[in-house]
């Protein structure tokens, strides 16, 4: 998996680039738990870095190819368990430009794979676990300038069947 992992960003990123109308952006996250894990991180925030191609398709449509990481630091024992928790999504997003792609209100939503890391400390020992789960994405966002903006959407994914890791997600994105 682990060499899958780079080929498969580097198809997901290379093919827009080579049918031209190619933009990279970048975009720094927080990340609020809802549900089971905010439970299980005691309610804390959690940071996140990405990396997107933007593949222009018209004055109002996009497509995004969107890699990120987040972490949360270990939260506070919960019922005498210490978690921490990271994720890697890829995701292909649909952005709809309400006005113009460069400026002003857009809507997004998309699919991805969300690979799930956890570890959970308690007395009896640690327990680590990793798995990979569909990640559903919706949300908007506003371009102030062809290079910055900012977005608001919700991830909605689980670690398990029964664990719930929905995620609300803040971002500033920006072109270079």
């Keep these: 998996m682990r ?48 990396i997107h191609g933007l593949h222009r398709r018209g004055l109002h449509h996009t497509s995004r190819t969107r890699f990120d990481w987040n972490v949360w630091g270990q939260g506070p024992a919960v019922n005498g368990v210490k978690t921490q928790v990271s994720n890697y999504n890829l995701a292909f997003d649909h952005l709809y430009h309400v006005e113009d792609r460069d400026q002003g209100f857009y809507l997004v939503g998309g699919l991805g794979a969300v690979r799930w890391f956890s570890e959970q400390e308690s007395a009896l020992g640690s327990i680590r676990s990793h798995t990979t789960k569909l990640g559903i994405t919706a949300g908007a966002g506003w371009q102030f300038t062809r290079n910055l903006g900012a977005e608001a959407r919700v991830l909605v994914s689980s670690i398990n069947r029964t664990y719930d890791s929905t995620l609300l997600q803040g971002a500033v994105v920006f072109r270079f």
């Design 3 to 50: 060499a899958r992992l780079p080929a498969l960003c580097a198809l997901a990123f290379g093919l827009p680039l080579a049918a031209g109308n190619f933009d990279v952006q970048g975009q720094v996250t927080l990340n609020q738990p809802t549900q089971d894990l905010k439970t299980a991180m005691d309610g804390k925030q959690g940071f996140g870095l990405g």
